[in-house]
């Protein structure tokens, strides 16, 4: 289209299937452009991305690095960043570490020292209605893949001095995760595509199938059939972050279906 603006329609997916196959080409012309898109203020970004930030976009970046990897760890470090594309960051450094082109023992101590230091800008009381305050439970998310049983001490007591989402995080199935082993989490997350993307069939196939299951009719074969013929179409807009969850839990995406592990929770008491 010749404006722009038909990137904001709900239904408009093109420049997704593009940063899919960009990612797939590992084509590093897309690396800075995406980065800046990145760096959009968080409503441009919901409106642009909606949930394919949570599924798609940080292994498209890990994808376009080039190993070229300060500029991903500067958009996580910057507090100025919407939080879920500082979170997309992460997700791509756990992948470069996932695909051996990261030190896992060098990113763990930078994770560490991110949640140290989001932790100690959080109110006594913190409200996880603001977004900048989920920060601590995405590293946290992030440290679960890639850090060992040495770090679940720290990370239980601030589960316990309310400082993660249990929302959105679950302490158990955190601590699971950091009792297993690293190479466990590695070749698991390897073997269900969580590393640089090789298909983009298959990347805009696993986001169309976490809405299509968020809306109740989620059939994989079906969505997996649909991405071998070649058909990307996508029967529902983009689900933005905030917007109610298509489940009808009464949730906000971002805390239900949309979740970092994909997984709704019923709120703990």
């Known amino acids: 289209p010749s404006s722009p603006e038909a990137a904001l329609e709900s239904d408009y997916v093109l420049h997704l299937h593009a940063i899919a196959l960009l990612a797939q080409w590992r084509d590093a012309r897309a690396y800075a452009p995406l980065l800046a898109l990145l760096q959009l203020p968080s409503e ?34 910057d507090p100025a960043v919407d939080t879920y594309a500082r979170e997309a960051a992460l997700e791509a450094l756990v992948v470069c570490a996932f695909e051996g082109d990261l030190d896992r023992e060098t990113l763990v101590a930078e994770l560490r020292a991110l949640g140290e230091k989001e932790i100690a800008a959080l109110p006594a009381k913190p409200d996880f209605g603001d977004e900048a305050q989920l920060m601590p439970t995405w590293v946290v998310s992030r440290l679960s893949d ?14 316990k001095a309310g400082y993660l989402d249990a929302e959105v995080l679950d302490s158990e199935e955190c601590r699971a995760a950091l009792f297993s082993s690293f190479e466990e989490r590695r070749d698991e997350a390897l073997s269900v595509g969580v590393g640089y993307i090789t298909d983009a069939a298959d990347a805009i196939a696993q986001w169309v199938l976490e809405s299509a299951q968020a809306n109740g009719d989620g059939d994989e074969g079906e969505v997996l059939h649909r991405a071998d013929e070649g058909s990307f179409a996508r ?15 009464g949730k906000k995406y971002k805390k239900c279906c949309g979740r970092e592990d994909g997984k709704p929770t019923t709120v703990q008491s």
Do not use: H, T
């Open 235 to 249: 029967e529902m807009p983009k689900v933005g972050r905030n917007d109610p969850c298509p489940c009808n839990s």
């Open 146 to 159: 890639v850090a060992d049983q040495e770090l679940w001490p720290l990370v239980e007591a601030w589960f």
């Open 44 to 77: 441009q970004l919901d409106a642009l991305f909606g949930d394919y930030l949570s599924v798609v976009v940080g292994r498209a970046l890990a994808s376009v690095s080039g190993g070229d990897l300060d500029p991903i760890r500067a958009l996580a470090l």
